[in-house]
């Protein structure tokens, strides 16, 4: 009897504190959400309608298809097509990036980790030193660098480029969930026959999935994130990123808030559908594996 | 032997016939052919803008340029704030990236001193020089050279709300700076409006620019002939001041001054109630007596910016004249004058003007009897003086690097951190250092 | 499969594996040595060699002026650079003191099994996919002094009569922006702590709960010690990200009042890109670098000692 209890009241505990963490979280979100569905008028006033009594839908159905209003100087044709593009744009130099980094970044972790290379730790903080560095100061000699070679406004350039400063942390954080994974089973492996190659994608990359889907959802959120390498990179509206295209609606004078909410909420949505996606896949591959509890 | 010369004078005049078509044909295929060849095909120019410079009136004029001309206009459109350093990357790596690009007073200086942009000294005729309007014209017009045409020409327009002021008694707009106070006070008294004076003074340029609107109210110099700060004596000091006290002792300004930011907030703030007068930029009217945007349409005036106290006092207010300029290092600067002239000359600003009311810094704009129309309802006629007294911030060519030093310590002095007198004397020792940084030889 | 003898030429086979496997690993490197320094060599080198000289970009008659250590010395004796160092700290401190442990609470809630488990996870990945300006006008809208949710809502429950210009007081407004950082990067440690706290073996608590361990006991001897080099990884990002942080300060406060909000990073930005001081801002990143660098290599000894007792 009271081993139940005692589990329901942790249960309850448990739920309350998970359900804070959701309010920690979610709460700016939901002001998000709100203002994007409210006309200015009823988020001036005091306090504010928390829950709008004259929902506007309108920004949203502008940036996802409806015809945009024209009394709106910032919300026009271009820059809702600018705001689409941006999300396709996104999405694929996000995921450049995270193929690269998790493909090129598990190698590399993996020597790190196993195949102890001279200097080690040193070299390791040699690579991060691109990301210690602000890029204000490479920017520049960088864009000169760039010109120079006519790669300016391409996608796979800009790929290139945030993999460039995403990839030593991607080896470092690998390198340090490698290095969790007991020696033995790898030499099991291949004292039953495996090449190095085999041990590292059938026991290292399983056991390792909770740490490559980490690295993985870094490396795409902070890319998806990215603003200064693809406004100095890009300047057709082909190659734009979203990042910029949400930075379109801000004007010389003013800010359309409620459309910005709007664009911002559609702007989060893929990263969090992918993570959903891919979330699902790993949790089972996790539980196939049977090692962790 | 008839028949024979009858045909052969046939013949001769058959072939006499067919020559003179062939020839005729053959300047008539040149001129097709000249007809059709464009004065500048193949040609593209890049140009960067940011959205709303985009206008549906802007993007109609690049086709039709595009189309009368046949060159291929390549706009990169970046949000506001990052024109700027995008100009400066491509400045510092060779200048080729853009052929066209606007350029606010405040960076005129910088990018002339330092080679970034052509001189038009060549192309502007002598009735281009005369159309331009004064303040529209330093914005252009640097160190004995022209540098490009006045893009949006604006100045800040002192605005009330004429309902609030009757509510309070006053059926006339404060003309002087005391009269405001007076009519504040009043107002508060009501108990309608607790900050009758929306201003935003974040620390960011907006802040400079009110402090120069207010301190060109009393006529204060804020540079003297030799170059050296003058702000720090006499009315530069009673502008700052004034800003001072209408924060701290009269309380006339909302303290949340200092964290807002842009005329966005003074117009938000002017359209639901919450104040009685600001400066805005552009049309203001336009926006605020328009029921559609605006709760309060119908209740907005414009009149003359209040004057200061004493011998120089003036109903001036605070401009910021843009320019399209070419970049040094462009390819194509003649198409590139082409483009700009058609675009942002007099004819392309009229239109501009009165298809999207876009301020224009040309005299025969504001003269055409079409955009006098449209202004008329706007307060047009106050306008119009009031471009007259409109005073540009410094010319410098560390503008960026004053500027900054300005913003800090104007908020120091509103933030009580330091007296007023302390902060602008802090600030002109810094200018003092700026300069001897700036100006050595040359 | 025959038996290695323990001759000689196991020795060889030794050798040769020793050089295959540096071949390995360095195969293996390669590509990712080339992605990173093969267009970063040249502007890492020349952002070096132009911290030297005062570039004079925007008055080009004056040549550019070699000041050996000049840029490094003023920049080590300047007030405003001490200030924003100081501030920087401040946003490091509050990151590290209240953003880690709140993130690896929440790491441990989410390691727990639950029904939509799959479903909270990723709702905690939101404020990291929020795109950095609407991220940065949002918090402006909620500490906004007339319209702002956090006026609103202490007005709504009748804690404050009138609304309060959050942003106008300088000591105030630095904690709003810690804040509100805060609240950006919880969800990335936390995912990083949980992915930690996931390759933890369950039969080391299990071993452990036999022996009679409490669940403190556990949490101190076996999850923290394992999850030393997750810390270490959170605590560089959070420091990396102090010294970086740039677009909360331009969104909310632009450097103000009075400065007081004036990070590093604001303060590198403006010097870099409103004023092109370029020179000057080399030596401030290399220090920069550098800086973060000796606080990177003391984490990771006082983290090794803490990993080398699990």
New interface residues.
């Given amino acids: 009897m009271t081993l139940r209890l005692k589990r329901l009241f942790n249960n309850a505990i448990f739920t309350v504190l998970i359900l804070a963490m959701l309010t920690f979280i979610l709460a700016p979100i939901a002001w998000l959400l709100i203002s994007s569905i409210s006309t200015d008028q009823e988020l001036v006033e005091i306090p504010p309608h928390w829950i709008p009594q004259q929902p506007y839908f309108q920004d949203y159905a502008s940036l996802l298809g409806a015809p945009p209003p024209k009394s709106s100087s910032l919300l026009t044709a271009s820059t809702i097509a600018l705001f689409r593009t941006g999300l396709v744009n996104s999405f694929l130099v996000s995921l450049g990036v995270t193929v690269v980094c998790l493909l090129f970044g598990s190698l590399a972790a993996y020597a790190f980790a196993r195949l102890g290379l001279p200097g080690g730790e040193k070299v390791i903080y040699v690579l991060l030193l691109a990301q210690m560095l602000p890029v204000v100061a490479i920017l520049i000699p960088l864009y000169q660098v760039i010109t120079a070679l006519g790669l300016l406004d391409k996608i796979p350039v800009v790929i290139v480029l945030l993999s460039m400063f995403h990839l030593p942390f991607v080896i470092w954080m690998l390198r340090g969930y490698f290095q969790t994974i007991p020696r033995e089973l790898e030499e099991a492996a291949m004292v039953d026959g495996t090449t190095r190659a085999g041990a590292l994608f059938k026991i290292i990359v399983p056991l390792s999935s909770p740490g490559l889907f980490a690295a993985g959802v870094y490396t795409f959120l902070q890319s998806w994130n990215a603003f200064f390498i693809p406004l100095i990179f890009t300047s057709s509206d082909t190659t734009k990123t979203v990042s910029l295209a949400i930075a379109l609606f801000v004007g010389r004078h003013d800010t359309d808030y409620t459309l910005m909410s709007a664009a911002g909420v559609l702007a989060s949505l893929p990263p969090i559908f992918l993570a959903l996606a891919f979330q699902r896949y790993l949790l089972a591959g996790l539980v196939s594996g049977g090692i962790k509890g | 032997m008839l028949t024979h010369s009858r045909s052969s004078q046939w013949m001769r005049l058959t072939v006499f016939i067919l020559v003179l078509a062939l020839l005729d044909a053959s300047t008539l295929t040149s001129k097709v052919a000249r007809a059709q060849a464009k004065p500048l095909d193949g040609v593209t120019i890049t140009m960067i803008n940011n959205p709303e410079g985009q206008t549906d009136t802007v993007k109609e004029l690049e086709t039709q340029f595009e189309q009368n001309t046949g060159a291929k206009l390549n706009v990169e459109v970046v949000p506001p704030e990052q024109v700027q350093p995008k100009i400066a990357a491509a400045a510092a790596a060779g200048g080729t990236q853009y052929d066209v690009f606007s350029t606010d007073i405040i960076f005129l200086p910088q990018f002339a001193a330092a080679g970034w942009i052509a001189t038009l000294d060549d192309h502007m005729t002598p009735e281009l020089q005369n159309d331009i309007l004064p303040f529209a014209k330093q914005g252009t017009f640097y160190n004995g050279h022209w540098y490009g045409l006045p893009g949006v020409a604006e100045w800040k327009n002192f605005v009330y709300n004429a309902a609030i002021l009757k509510d309070a008694g006053f059926d006339a707009p404060p003309v002087t700076w005391d009269d405001l106070v007076k009519q504040c006070t009043a107002i508060k008294a009501k108990g309608k409006v607790q900050y009758p004076l929306n201003v935003s003074w974040s620390q960011k340029e907006n802040l400079v620019v009110d402090y120069v609107a207010i301190a060109s109210a009393y006529g204060a110099p804020l540079f003297d002939s030799k170059g050296d700060p003058a702000f720090n004596k006499g009315d530069g000091v009673t502008a700052l001041q004034l800003m001072v006290d209408l924060l701290n002792k009269y309380k006339c300004v909302d303290p949340a001054a200092l964290a807002q930011s842009g005329s966005g907030a003074v117009s938000d703030a002017l359209k639901a109630g919450m104040a009685a007068y600001g400066y805005l930029w552009g049309t203001p009217l336009f926006d605020l007596n328009d029921p559609a945007k605006s709760k309060l349409a119908g209740q907005f005036k414009i009149a003359l910016a209040p004057k200061g106290t004493g011998p120089n006092a003036s109903p001036a207010t605070v401009a910021g004249p843009e320019a399209w300029v070419i970049s040094s290092g462009s390819k194509n600067k003649d198409a590139a004058w082409q483009f700009l002239k058609f675009f942002a000359g007099p004819e392309g600003a009229t239109y501009s003007f009165i298809h999207s009311g876009e301020p224009a810094g040309w005299k025969s704009v504001i003269a055409n009897p079409d955009v006098a129309a449209k202004l008329k309802d706007a307060g047009g006629d106050i306008m119009a003086q009031q471009q007259l007294t409109a005073v540009n911030r410094p010319s410098l060519p560390y503008y960026a690097e004053w500027s900054a030093a300005a913003q800090l310590e104007f908020q120091n002095a509103l933030v009580g951190k330091k007296t007023v007198q302390q902060a602008l004397d802090d600030l002109a020792t810094a200018t003092a250092a700026l300069k001897a940084k700036f100006t050595t030889t040359s | 499969m025959t038996a290695i003898p323990i001759t000689r030429s196991s020795r060889l086979t030794r050798i040769a594996n020793g050089i295959r496997?540096?071949q390995?690993?360095?195969i293996?490197?390669a590509?990712?040595?080339i992605?990173?320094?093969g267009?970063?060599v040249?502007?890492?080198l020349?952002?070096l060699y132009i911290s030297f000289f005062d570039l004079h970009?925007?008055?080009?008659?004056?040549k550019p002026t070699f000041l050996g250590l000049g840029n490094y010395t003023s920049i080590l004796t300047s007030g405003e650079v001490r200030e924003a160092f100081g501030r920087t700290l401040y946003l490091a401190v509050i990151g590290i003191l209240i953003g880690i442990p709140l993130a690896l609470?929440?790491a441990l809630?989410l390691n727990?099994r639950?029904p939509l488990r799959?479903?909270?996870?990723?709702?905690?990945?939101?404020?990291?996919?929020?795109?950095?300006?609407?991220?940065g006008?949002?918090?402006a809208?909620?500490y906004d002094?007339?319209?702002g949710?956090l006026?609103?809502?202490l007005?709504?429950f009748g804690i404050i009569h009138d609304?309060i210009?959050?942003?106008?007081y300088?000591e105030i407004?630095l904690l709003l922006v810690a804040l509100a950082d805060l609240?950006s990067s919880?969800?990335?440690m936390s995912?990083?702590f949980?992915?930690?706290l996931?390759?933890?073996?369950?039969e080391l608590?299990d071993a452990a709960a036999v022996d009679g361990a409490t669940g403190w006991n556990r949490f101190a001897n076996i999850t923290l010690p394992?999850l030393s080099?997750?810390m270490?990884?959170n605590l560089?990002?959070k420091t990396?990200s102090a010294?970086?942080l740039f677009?909360l300060v331009y969104l909310l406060?632009?450097?103000?009042?009075?400065?007081s909000t004036q990070v590093i990073?604001y303060y590198?930005?403006?010097q870099?890109?409103?004023?092109?001081e370029?020179g000057y801002?080399?030596a401030?990143?290399?220090l920069?670098?550098t800086m973060?660098?000796v606080l990177?290599?003391v984490y990771?000894r006082l983290l090794r000692g803490q990993e080398a007792q699990a």
């Fill in positions: 496997r540096h390995t690993a360095l293996l490197i590509p990712s040595v992605i990173i320094f267009l970063l040249y502007p890492l020349r952002s970009i925007t008055t080009p008659w004056i609470s929440f809630l727990r639950f799959g479903l909270v996870r990723s709702l905690m990945l939101i404020p990291w996919a929020v795109p950095g300006v609407v991220n006008l949002m918090w809208r909620i002094a007339h319209f949710a006026n609103g809502l007005y709504q609304y210009p959050w942003l106008v300088p407004a609240w919880v969800p990335m995912l990083l949980l992915a930690g996931q390759s933890i073996p369950q608590y394992l080099s997750v270490l990884i560089v990002l990396i010294f970086g677009d406060t632009s450097g103000g009042p009075a400065n990073g590198l930005y403006v870099g890109f409103q004023r092109q370029f801002t080399s401030l990143a290399w920069i670098a973060i660098l990177v290599v990771a």
